[in-house]
């Protein structure tokens, strides 16, 4: 989402953008799919109709701990759109707006060529230009590596789900945040009358049971009976699901190092929060922004940390006890004797309307 946003305000600017995209089609992704009300501003300023899309509102959260349930509605309008469906929309967007877009091009090398920069592609070929923007995901580029974040032990898992009529039903317009031994899961709606199942599961628990899918989804049903009883007379969409190790929640970088840094490779916040792709679209909207000043990437680097550090940390220290058992019972009692526990957490670990309206150079009510 950083790169694709990016991509569109830097062409609808009249700047020559070449975006290499590594998928030539349409392509599921690791992540929780949630749009907090940040990103559908972000995204509504782009072009996109989220509805149009068919993206699914999201008003409530519910956390899960054993046979425990508390809901909150969300302090804000919320939405859950798949990535699949998503990323295309914003490539699209990117092209309509005077955008290269290469399809199936794998990055292999970026590098500095004097006052510029010179990406090679697998294939041999390579493309230079004036400025590069890193914009990788959780997925490093071989030649700029980010360091470790405050959480490395997490490995995630992702998988779509057709869950029976009447357990869609009562995930409707919720998201179910489901603790575990070692880690949590987030259930949620998305377009097509799926759900989104995503969690995170400590390195040592998923060796544990023998680093099998199988047997941590078994596990998981063992310890949470309301996530088996949502899944149950449900069945996943996929043959398997998609995974992803070394997590670095917590990294935030302050300074550049050479390329604009953007989305998960400038700040990566623990996916409980839900604010992942906000800051995704947060840093494509400030890079833009500090770009088209005349401004460096180091200037860029140093705002997006002022912005989001505060919130990052914040949830990386959640998140690491989110993973632990005394840690979830906690939690899990403390939400049901202040309801309004959820809601603070959402609050404080969105992008702060300032830090929106800095990004955008407009005021959001």
């Given at each position: 989402p950083a790169g694709a946003a990016l991509a569109a305000r830097l062409a609808g600017a009249g700047r020559e953008v070449v975006l290499l995209e590594r998928e030539v089609g349409p392509a599921d992704k690791v992540c929780g799919e949630f749009l907090s009300r940040e990103a559908g501003l972000y995204l509504t300023a782009l072009g996109l109709d989220l509805g149009a899309l068919g993206a699914v509102p999201i008003d409530a959260v519910r956390l899960c701990e054993r046979d425990h349930v508390a809901t909150?509605?969300?302090?804000?309008?919320?939405?859950?759109l798949s990535r699949r469906v998503l990323d295309e929309a914003l490539l699209e967007q990117a092209a309509a707006r005077g955008a290269r877009v290469v399809r199936g091009a794998k990055v292999n090398e970026l590098a500095r060529t004097g006052s510029g920069w010179r990406a090679r592609l697998d294939d041999g070929t390579s493309i230079a230009g004036g400025a590069a923007f890193l914009a990788t995901g959780k997925h490093d580029l071989r030649s700029h590596k980010r360091p470790p974040g405050l959480q490395n032990d997490l490995v995630a898992f992702k998988v779509h789900w057709r869950l029976a009529s009447k357990q869609a039903v009562e995930l409707d317009r919720h998201v179910e945040l489901v603790l575990f031994e070692g880690g949590y899961?987030?259930?949620?709606?998305?377009?097509?009358?799926?759900a989104n199942l995503c969690l995170v599961v400590r390195r040592a628990r998923l060796a544990r049971l023998g680093a099998g899918w199988d047997k941590l989804l078994a596990a998981m049903q063992a310890e949470s009976p309301h996530l088996a009883a949502r899944l149950a007379g449900g069945e996943p969409c996929w043959a398997k699901p998609l995974a992803l190790s070394a997590i670095p929640y917590g990294f935030v970088r302050h300074h550049a190092?050479?390329?604009?840094?953007?989305?998960?490779?400038?700040a990566v916040i623990p996916s409980f929060s839900g604010d992942g792709m906000s800051i995704a679209l947060h840093s494509a909207e400030l890079a833009a922004t500090t770009y088209l000043e005349g401004g460096s990437a180091d200037a860029y680097q140093r705002r997006l940390a002022h912005d989001v550090s505060g919130q990052v940390r914040l949830a990386t220290l959640l998140s690491r006890g989110l993973v632990r058992k005394p840690a979830q019972v906690a939690l899990g009692a403390a939400a049901r004797l202040w309801p309004g526990l959820m809601a603070s957490v959402a609050f404080h670990t969105r992008v702060s309307d300032a830090a929106l309206s800095r990004a955008m150079l407009v005021s959001h009510p």
């Amino acid at each position: 989402p950083a790169g694709a946003a990016l991509a569109a305000r830097l062409a609808g600017a009249g700047r020559e953008v070449v975006l290499l995209e590594r998928e030539v089609g349409p392509a599921d992704k690791v992540c929780g799919e949630f749009l907090s009300r940040e990103a559908g501003l972000y995204l509504t300023a782009l072009g996109l109709d989220l509805g149009a899309l068919g993206a699914v509102p999201i008003d409530a959260v519910r956390l899960c701990e054993r046979d425990h349930v508390a809901t909150v509605a969300l302090p804000f309008a919320a939405h859950s759109l798949s990535r699949r469906v998503l990323d295309e929309a914003l490539l699209e967007q990117a092209a309509a707006r005077g955008a290269r877009v290469v399809r199936g091009a794998k990055v292999n090398e970026l590098a500095r060529t004097g006052s510029g920069w010179r990406a090679r592609l697998d294939d041999g070929t390579s493309i230079a230009g004036g400025a590069a923007f890193l914009a990788t995901g959780k997925h490093d580029l071989r030649s700029h590596k980010r360091p470790p974040g405050l959480q490395n032990d997490l490995v995630a898992f992702k998988v779509h789900w057709r869950l029976a009529s009447k357990q869609a039903v009562e995930l409707d317009r919720h998201v179910e945040l489901v603790l575990f031994e070692g880690g949590y899961a987030g259930l949620q709606p998305v377009e097509g009358g799926r759900a989104n199942l995503c969690l995170v599961v400590r390195r040592a628990r998923l060796a544990r049971l023998g680093a099998g899918w199988d047997k941590l989804l078994a596990a998981m049903q063992a310890e949470s009976p309301h996530l088996a009883a949502r899944l149950a007379g449900g069945e996943p969409c996929w043959a398997k699901p998609l995974a992803l190790s070394a997590i670095p929640y917590g990294f935030v970088r302050h300074h550049a190092d050479g390329p604009w840094r953007l989305g998960d490779q400038a700040a990566v916040i623990p996916s409980f929060s839900g604010d992942g792709m906000s800051i995704a679209l947060h840093s494509a909207e400030l890079a833009a922004t500090t770009y088209l000043e005349g401004g460096s990437a180091d200037a860029y680097q140093r705002r997006l940390a002022h912005d989001v550090s505060g919130q990052v940390r914040l949830a990386t220290l959640l998140s690491r006890g989110l993973v632990r058992k005394p840690a979830q019972v906690a939690l899990g009692a403390a939400a049901r004797l202040w309801p309004g526990l959820m809601a603070s957490v959402a609050f404080h670990t969105r992008v702060s309307d300032a830090a929106l309206s800095r990004a955008m150079l407009v005021s959001h009510p």
